[in-house]
């Protein structure tokens, strides 16, 4: 059986440029990872970053998936269901329950996105109700969509779709706006998009795909929007499998605790990026990027240390 120096979870930013580094550390790993891209691809304007003027979420990942692949590195689309501690290191179980073996382990296992927790969310995905505007925009051309959110996810969302829908609702349950002042003042001018404050989804209407959305106001009657389709954009959370099997420090939102090495609370295995308590959590590609690169370089230096055979 192979045994890998390091095994990367996740396939996001963090993950790519850990990789990036310990490829030139000459560290034996693989990354593994569901969703290639992680949940940036699910951005479609990017404006932050310091080498693009402006790219795609999906553009941006390829770009470094490319530089990663180029190193010869080996990218698995996979999930990890589980994950042992060792003597000398960890197993890791892939969904075909294969065991993987590695001296460490990084987790960059991101986030995902919310749910709203209503009544019939589930029976709309993919029938009106989508998280992606990357993904599934285009199928609302000339067509009326809603957007739930008031921070920069769901501001780049109507943005966008008011590129390509006839109507835009950004549906808001406070009374300002917050986020990148930049796109705050881009939804504030924007003829198509109409924002609503102070409102909650309360509910879902369609026969067998999305055709209505009650409203919930703490002041006034309960409205109803006649819409094609809702993104909603209401920020993500950590997913707790690995870090629950692993027994490791979090906050009590379920982000990984690290140090400034990124190592968790568990010897040899590091987390980076948004599933992390680091940067000040503020979960941006550049942060991400950077905790990778230092969990990279600490996990290399825990090597050479430890001297693990
Ligand atoms: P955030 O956590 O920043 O915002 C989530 C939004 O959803 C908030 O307005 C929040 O309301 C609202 N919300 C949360 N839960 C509910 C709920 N149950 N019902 C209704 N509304 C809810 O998440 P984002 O995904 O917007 O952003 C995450 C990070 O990613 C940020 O750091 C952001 O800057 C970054 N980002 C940057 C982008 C860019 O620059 N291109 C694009 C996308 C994200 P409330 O305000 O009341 O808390």
């Not at 390829?62 to 990663?68: G, I, L, S």
């Not at 003829?191 to 409203?215: A, S, T």
């Not at 040899?268 to 950077?290: E, R």
Request: proline content about 2%; some cysteine; aromatic content about 6%.
């Amino acid at each position: 059986m192979t045994k890998y120096d390091l095994i990367i979870i996740g396939t996001g930013p963090a993950a790519y440029t850990a990789s990036i580094y310990a490829a030139r550390y000459k560290l034996k790993h693989i990354i593994i990872g569901e969703k290639l891209g992680g949940l940036v691809t699910e951005t479609n304007k990017i404006c932050n970053f310091p080498s693009e003027e402006e790219i795609s979420g999906i553009d941006l990942m390829k770009k470094m998936e490319t530089r990663v692949k180029n190193l010869g590195i080996n990218i698995l689309n996979d999930k990890i269901i589980d994950i042992q501690k060792t003597k000398d290191g960890f197993y890791v179980t892939n969904q075909n329950e294969k065991k993987i073996k590695t001296k460490t382990v990084l987790l960059a296992t991101g986030t995902k996105s919310r749910k709203l927790e209503i009544n019939n969310e589930n029976k709309y995905i993919g029938k009106g109700v989508s998280h992606c505007a990357t993904c599934d925009a285009m199928f609302y051309k000339n067509k009326n969509v809603a957007i739930i959110g008031g921070s920069d996810s769901a501001h780049v969302t109507s943005l966008y779709l008011s590129k390509i829908a006839k109507k835009v609702y950004q549906i808001y349950r406070k009374d300002k706006l917050r986020g990148d002042p930049t796109w705050i003042e881009q939804v504030k001018n924007n003829k198509k998009i109409e924002v609503i404050f102070n409102n909650n989804i309360q509910e879902l209407k369609g026969d067998k795909i999305l055709e209505e959305i009650i409203l919930k106001n703490p002041y006034q009657k309960n409205k109803s929007l006649k819409v094609d389709g809702l993104f909603i954009k209401i920020g993500s959370t950590p997913d707790g499998l690995l870090t629950n099997k692993l027994k490791l420090a979090q906050d009590k939102e379920g982000y990984i605790k690290v140090n400034n090495q990124q190592e968790t609370s568990l010897q040899g295995v590091w987390a980076a990026g948004d599933v992390t308590t680091a940067s000040n959590k503020l979960k941006q590609i550049i942060t991400a990027c950077s905790e990778g690169a230092i969990a990279a370089d600490s996990i290399f230096n825990f090597m050479q240390r430890k001297e693990i055979p």
